[in-house]
């Protein structure tokens, strides 16, 4: 299985690189999310047309990666990349502070000086580089999602607090509206799919909401609905052993076909043959 396959089906990709495996001016062409550890060595790379140098110790993080231009590397260079497409990183970080992944994503670059930090990264890597080569099964996708998520807390809790534990940031009311809107998904979304039944609960219009969504997550308020659903759903379809009439109903869709219908749009699947798939059958 390729890289693009592999992201393709489990959501992202664990490269443990080193000059041997590495095509200097290798292009990435679809947009992903880069989160790197230099374990030594040197290298310069060119990303989205910004030309950045880094060695051992460091480590990257480097949101909607479009173009990747590697320059040159040392010879004892060694790095481990996760390269994660947009809906395996949306899916495990919901909830997580808009401002906090602001913030790590604004430094693409920073040294891991608290070896206890850079052991614990290290670790996490590991765990998802271990999870990307065992059988799809009904958990491989929620344990993956944890490990990048914990990897995500980590890094958010490092740099976004002073020496003294304070946060660097205050938040905004538009922060206040976006972190209840998501714990609002996290009561609701099973039953409540619109954005009108959120901004009434919130008490502002449809139309701010979605402006709000915009602009602390880049994606649309149905966008984001639809994508905790199809999270929840997918947890539901591989774990609880209902029948997808059931399920319909829990998750208040009309009937089995609406269910379908949409399960399809997001996934290309229907929800029978994913749950087959999640349980490695054919």
Request: glycine share 6%; proline share 1%; aromatic share 10%.
């Amino acid at each position: 299985m390729d890289q693009n396959q592999t992201i393709a089906e489990k959501g992202y990709c664990v490269i443990d690189l080193t000059p041997e495996r590495h095509v200097v001016g290798r292009i990435i062409s679809a947009k992903y999310t880069i989160v790197a550890l230099i374990t030594s060595g040197s290298v310069e790379y060119e990303m989205n047309m910004e030309t950045v140098c880094a060695s051992a110790g460091m480590r990257i993080v480097f949101p909607h990666v479009s173009m990747l231009n590697t320059l040159s590397m040392s010879d004892d260079f060694k790095a481990m990349v996760l390269v994660i497409n947009d809906s395996f990183a949306f899916e495990s970080i919901v909830g997580i502070g808009t401002e906090k992944i602001r913030t790590v994503f604004s430094r693409s670059n920073r040294v891991v000086d608290d070896k206890q930090e850079w052991d614990m990264l290290l670790n996490l890597m590991e765990g998802l580089n271990q999870y990307q080569s065992f059988p799809g099964n009904k958990y491989s996708q929620q344990l993956s999602g944890a490990l990048f998520r914990n990897m995500m807390i980590l890094l958010c809790d490092t740099e976004c607090t002073d020496a003294n534990g304070r946060a660097r940031f205050v938040y905004s009311v538009t922060d206040n509206y976006f972190r209840d809107f998501v714990n609002l998904l996290n009561d609701y979304v099973r039953t409540e799919h619109e954005v009108a039944f959120y901004a009434d609960k919130l008490n502002i219009t449809a139309k701010y909401l979605g402006e709000i969504c915009k602009q602390k997550s880049g994606r649309k308020a149905k966008e984001i609905i639809s994508s905790v659903l199809l999270s929840q759903l997918k947890r539901e379809i591989m774990m609880s052993g209902k029948s997808m009439k059931v399920i319909a109903f829990d998750f208040g869709f009309s009937d089995q076909s609406s269910l379908g219908k949409f399960f399809r749009k997001m996934t290309g699947l229907s929800p029978i043959v994913f749950r087959k798939q999640c349980a490695g059958l054919k």
